[in-house]
C-alpha cells in the first residue's frame, strides 16, 4: 500500500499516523493533486471527534487458538492513544475510516453498553465464562473519563458476580479501584497493564497519548494495593527500538507489584504494516531498514505472519532468543504465576426490589 501524502491543512498534534490511507474495503483511493487553482486554506487543528452509538449486541465471541479467552466486550471503536503499532486498526475500515488517522480521531463509544450486558448475561441460555476487556481497542482511554460506560459495565459484572478480564494503559482504571478490588477479593478480576518502553521520549513518539510510562507503573502499584493481581504485559516487543528494554520493565513492574508478565513481538497485520513503516521513516530514518530486517527475521522474511500459532510468538532464531530472555528474566523476577483462576461458581442474577431475602 502506497500512502497518500498527509493533508497540507491539517495541523497534527500528538498523534500516531500522520496520514489518512483509505480502508482496504473502499472501492475507490482519494488522491490530492494541486491543480495550479487551489486557494490556500487556513489550516486548524485535527481534534478528535466522538460519535455515540446504541449498539445493539455487545458480547463478542471467538474462538482462536492463539488467546485464552473466547468471549470480549469493547466499550469504544477507535482509540485516542494512538500507538502507531496498535494491531487493531485494521478494524476501522469494516466500519469506512482509514486505519491511520481516523482510528485515532474518529471514536465510537457505546453507552448503552452496561444494559446490554446485563440483559445478554442475563438470558436463560447463558453460560458463565470471563468476559475480556482490552482486548481490540482500549476501555479507559481519554474519554472513559468523561463518559464512565466502563465503570458501568464493571458494576454489572460486580452484581452478577460475573468474573472477567481486563488489559489497559490508561490512568483512569484507578477511578475504579473500589470496584475492582471487590471482585478480586471474590476472585472476579485481574488486570493486565501494558509497558512497552520505560523511556517517556519514546512512549510520546510511539504512543502519543498514553500516560507516560511512570504513570502506567503507578498503575499497577495501585491495583496491586488495591488486591487486584495485576501483570505487566510486556508488549509490543519492536526489535532495535525498545525490546532491549525487557528485563528492565519486568523488574520495574515487578517492583511496582506485578505478579506476572506476558510478552508478544510485534505484529504489522494488513494496514498496520505501511503505517508502521511510514513512522520509521519520519522519526528514525536510521533504524528503520534495521528495524523492518529483524522483523522480517520473526516473520518469515514478510512484515507479518498472521498463521494461528506463530502470529503472537514469531519463529526463527530472533523469535527464540527473546523468547529466552523473557523466560529467564521471569523466573529470576518470580513473575513466573499463571493468571488467577477466576471463579464462575458465584454467578447468579442480583437481588431485585421485592426479591424474598435469604435466611443464610
Not at 466522538?50 to 471467538?62: D, F, G, Q, V
Not at 488517522?101 to 446485563?118: H, V
Request: charged share 25%; aromatic share 6%.
Amino acid at each position: 500500500m502506497t500512502l497518500p501524502p498527509r493533508n497540507p491543512d491539517e495541523i497534527l498534534k500528538a498523534r500516531g499516523a500522520d496520514t489518512r490511507p483509505d480502508g482496504r474495503y473502499e472501492p475507490y483511493q482519494r488522491v490530492r493533486e494541486a491543480d495550479g487553482w487551489d486557494i490556500p486554506e487556513e489550516q486548524a487543528l485535527l481534534t478528535t471527534e466522538l460519535t455515540l452509538e446504541r449498539a445493539r449486541s455487545i458480547i463478542a465471541r471467538n474462538s482462536s487458538p492463539d488467546i485464552a479467552f473466547d468471549r470480549s466486550v469493547n466499550p469504544y471503536r477507535g482509540c485516542e492513544h494512538g500507538c502507531i503499532y496498535c494491531f487493531a486498526r485494521p478494524s476501522h475500515a469494516y466500519l469506512g475510516l482509514s486505519p491511520g488517522l481516523d482510528f485515532e480521531t474518529r471514536l465510537t463509544a457505546k453507552p448503552n453498553a452496561p444494559d446490554l450486558l446485563a440483559a445478554e448475561i442475563g438470558r436463560r441460555s447463558y453460560a458463565v465464562a470471563p468476559i475480556a476487556f482490552g482486548t481490540n481497542t482500549d476501555p479507559y482511554q481519554p474519554v472513559e473519563a468523561k463518559l464512565g460506560i466502563m465503570r458501568g459495565c464493571l458494576q454489572v459484572l460486580s452484581d452478577w458476580n460475573h468474573p472477567m478480564t481486563l488489559v489497559t494503559r490508561g490512568a483512569t482504571v484507578l477511578r475504579d479501584l473500589d470496584l475492582l478490588g471487590d471482585m478480586a477479593a471474590r476472585r472476579l478480576a485481574w488486570a493486565g497493564v501494558s509497558i512497552t518502553t520505560l523511556d517517556p521520549a519514546l512512549s510520546r513518539a510511539m504512543e502519543p497519548r498514553a500516560p507516560a510510562p511512570s504513570t502506567r507503573l503507578r498503575m499497577i502499584e495501585g491495583l496491586a494495593k488495591a488486591g487486584v493481581p495485576v501483570y505487566v504485559m510486556a508488549a509490543p516487543m519492536i526489535p532495535v527500538l525498545n525490546e532491549h528494554e525487557l528485563e528492565r520493565i519486568l523488574q520495574a513492574a515487578r517492583d511496582a507489584g506485578a505478579s506476572g508478565a506476558s510478552m508478544i513481538p510485534v505484529r504489522l497485520p494488513l494496514e498496520v504494516a505501511p503505517l508502521f513503516r511510514d513512522w520509521l521513516e519520519r522519526l528514525h530514518p536510521g533504524k528503520a531498514a534495521h528495524v523492518m530486517s529483524r522483523i522480517h527475521a520473526m516473520r518469515g522474511g514478510r512484515d507479518n505472519d498472521p498463521r494461528f500459532g506463530s502470529r503472537m510468538r514469531g519463529e526463527g532464531l530472533e523469535a527464540d532468543l527473546l523468547r529466552q530472555r523473557f523466560r529467564l528474566a521471569k523466573k529470576r523476577l518470580g513473575l513466573e504465576g499463571g493468571k488467577l483462576t477466576l471463579d464462575s461458581s458465584l454467578f447468579r442474577p442480583p437481588p431485585r426490589a421485592g426479591d424474598q431475602l435469604a435466611l443464610f
